[in-house]
């Protein structure tokens, strides 16, 4: 247990040490997996988890809803790390390796300040927008974002309260600006679903999607009515 000047103990940095403690153990392979997990490979699944909730969501019946939520998860996510820009500079906290002894520190050269962490914003803010867009597919987006915050830990760049204030800010951004981000985002997607080139990327080319385009552009449908009876009448 970490214990403080007066006495008192610092569950924070005690779990930090407990957390970290599990690499001293660990064989190289398995520390040099981790840092590629929590470095890249989060994110990778996180991506894959994308195209995967963009193929599903063409095939529902409000797709471009659906698109909407997907396109605003990335920027959710973007508008998250600015946001944390100034918070960094205001909380100040130097990052754990350089105020603690003895963590096993796997990635190099962290040198930016450590509240809050900005892997753990961004993984929270995509996989919170999946949700928004796909249940089954946010589930799995939340649980790598969960992992994302063990393994910053684990690798020793973050405190635990650096994770937990990073996964509530990518919640809290992409949960509370998604009523304005879909009312501005699904017009949009509707209108490019009525396309000809594009509407592919929000719907899938079948006779239900071709129904969902003469909903959106009725007057496009009304005018083609109108012209095949003027040349009936002819």
Same mark, same amino acid.
């Given at each position: 247990?970490?214990?403080?000047?007066?006495?008192?103990?610092?569950?924070?940095?005690?779990?930090?040490?407990?957390?970290?403690?599990?690499?001293?153990g660990a064989p190289n392979w398995a520390a040099r997996a981790m840092e590629f997990i929590g470095e890249y490979g989060i994110l990778f699944g996180l991506a894959v988890l994308m195209l995967c909730a963009w193929w599903s969501v063409r095939k529902s019946k409000d797709a471009?809803?659906?698109?909407?939520?997907?396109?605003?998860?990335?920027?959710?996510?973007?508008?998250?790390?600015?946001i944390n820009v100034p918070i960094r500079g205001f909380v100040r906290r130097p990052r754990p390796f350089l105020d603690h002894q003895g963590l096993e520190?796997?990635?190099?050269?962290?040198t930016d300040f450590s509240f809050v962490s900005d892997h753990a914003t961004l993984t929270m803010a995509?996989?919170?927008?999946?949700? +928004? *867009?796909?249940?089954?597919? /946010?589930?799995? #987006?939340?649980?790598l974002a969960l992992l994302e915050g063990f393994c910053r830990v684990y690798m020793g760049v973050h405190y635990p309260t650096d994770v937990?204030?990073?996964?509530?800010l990518g919640t809290a951004v992409t949960l509370l600006l998604a009523p304005l981000a879909m009312m501005?985002?699904?017009?949009?997607?509707?209108?490019v679903a009525g396309t000809r080139r594009a509407g592919w990327l929000v719907r899938a080319r079948d006779?239900?999607?071709?129904?969902? +385009? *003469?909903?959106?552009?009725? /007057?496009?449908? #009304?005018h083609d009515v109108r012209a095949q009876d003027r040349d009936l009448a002819a």
């Open positions: 247990m970490a214990v403080l000047a007066g006495g008192e103990t610092n569950p924070d940095v005690s779990l930090l040490y407990d957390i970290n403690g599990i690499a001293k471009p809803a659906g698109t909407a939520a997907l396109l605003w998860s990335p920027l959710a996510a973007g508008i998250a790390l600015l520190v796997l990635v190099k050269g962290k995509l996989g919170v927008g999946l949700f +928004v *867009a796909n249940r089954k597919y /946010g589930l799995i #987006g939340i649980g937990v204030g990073g996964l509530a501005l985002l699904t017009p949009l997607t509707r209108w006779g239900a999607a071709e129904a969902a +385009v *003469a909903a959106v552009a009725p /007057g496009v449908a #009304g």
